[in-house]
């Protein structure tokens, strides 16, 4: 009886034990399951936050700072962000439309695929950011700066950039259609094979710019603009408005087009001019020193237009306009339509 009874409790005291066990190895798993799960977001805006996917559309985040917070694919449709420190934060991917984001510091900020369409950047800072394939579709970046900043493949289509600074700033292979760079600095700017349909730079700075080849220049007009040292590729520019720009010292490409162009009062002083300038308007241009090697320029309009020192050797100037032009000291070696 007494041996019965001892394994009894033994037997007892196992599936005790056992059980034990069985818990411990519940509050284990369930450790581990927590510690293994990434805690979501708190979308509380801070310094080097993770807001990652947060919905702060039309809120009200005006001068707080965020420098440095991860905002991938955050929501800021239509909220209001005046004075807000952006800077080095990522906001890949992330919606500003509509945002306000007058005096916004976006400096070193990583703006890809960001979506800007309508935003309102008055007087922002953007130096240095990264908005390579960014949508600005009709934003307002008015006297903002963008100097040194990247905006590759990025579409400006309609966008309003005036007095706006963008020394060095890249802008290969964006969209400019109807954009207006009035009064914009661009000085040193590289936008080859970008989409210049339509835009404005009129009094815009883009001396020593780079404008590389094949880029559309349909209606655009660089009126009264500066151009000193720019440099031009292929690019057709029949019918461009280049109306009392300053173009001393541009590199043109030789075989480039600017059939009907308006060079009315445009400064070429020291330039290599395109050959080819059927029908252009070249009223009172000075070309003092320019390089007309071979240039076609029947039809066109040269009233009043100042050809001292340059050079037009094998140049046609058949039919061309000549009333009082100037022809001192050319060289005017193989020129046909003309004698002197």
């Known amino acids: 009886m007494i041996a019965v009874t001892m394994n009894i409790r033994a037997l007892g005291a196992v599936a005790v034990l056992s059980g034990l066990f069985?818990?411990?190895?519940?509050?284990?798993?369930?450790?581990?399951?927590?510690?293994?799960?990434?805690?979501?977001?708190?979308?509380?805006?801070a310094p080097g936050a993770d807001l990652r996917g947060c919905d702060f559309s039309g809120d009200k985040i005006m001068r707080k700072n965020l420098a440095g917070a991860d905002l991938t694919g955050a929501n800021f449709a239509g909220a209001f962000l005046h004075g807000t420190n952006f800077q080095k934060a990522n906001l890949t991917g992330a919606n500003l439309s509509d945002a306000y984001l007058p005096d916004a510091n976006f400096t070193d900020a990583n703006l890809s695929g960001a979506n800007l369409s309508s935003a309102k950047l008055?007087?922002?800072?953007?130096?240095?950011?990264?908005?390579?394939?960014?949508?600005?579709?009709?934003?307002?970046?008015?006297?903002a700066d963008l100097s040194g900043a990247r905006l590759e493949k990025a579409d400006l289509t309609n966008a309003t950039v005036t007095g706006a600074t963008l020394v060095g700033t890249t802008l290969s292979y964006a969209n400019l259609t109807?954009?207006?760079?009035?009064?914009?600095?661009?000085?040193?700017?590289?936008?080859?094979?970008?989409?210049?349909?339509?835009?404005?730079?009129?009094?815009?700075?883009?001396?020593?710019?780079?404008?590389?080849?094949?880029?559309?220049?349909?209606?655009?007009?660089?009126?009264?603009?500066?151009?000193?040292?720019?440099?031009?590729?292929?690019?057709d520019l029949r019918g461009v408005n280049f109306s009392n720009a300053n173009l001393s010292e541009v590199d043109m490409a030789q075989n480039m087009s600017l059939v009907g162009a308006n060079l009315t009062n445009a400064n070429f002083t020291n330039a290599l001019v395109a050959e080819d300038l059927r029908s252009a308007n070249l009223t009172?241009?000075?070309?003092?020193?320019?390089?007309?090697?071979?240039?076609?320029?029947?039809?066109?309009?040269?009233?009043?237009?100042?050809?001292?020192?340059?050079?037009?050797?094998?140049?046609?100037l058949t039919n061309a306009i000549l009333i009082g032009a100037t022809f001192t000291g050319a060289n005017l070696e193989g020129v046909i339509g003309y004698k002197p």
Not at 208 to 222: E, K, Y
């Open 284 to 316: 009172g241009a000075n070309l003092t020193g320019a390089s007309l090697t071979g240039s076609d320029l029947r039809d066109a309009n040269l009233t009043n237009a100042n050809f001292s020192n340059a050079n037009l050797r094998d140049a046609d």
């Open 22 to 45: 069985a818990c411990g190895s519940a509050e284990e798993t369930a450790i581990t399951t927590i510690s293994s799960t990434t805690i979501a977001p708190t979308c509380v805006p």
């Open 122 to 143: 008055y007087g922002a800072t953007l130096t240095g950011a990264d908005l390579t394939n960014a949508n600005l579709t009709d934003a307002y970046i008015t006297d």
């Open 178 to 235: 109807d954009a207006d760079f009035t009064d914009a600095n661009l000085q040193n700017a590289s936008i080859d094979n970008a989409n210049l349909t339509r835009t404005w730079f009129i009094y815009a700075n883009l001396q020593d710019a780079f404008l590389g080849a094949s880029a559309p220049f349909r209606g655009a007009n660089f009126a009264h603009a500066n151009l000193t040292g720019a440099t031009f590729g292929l690019q």
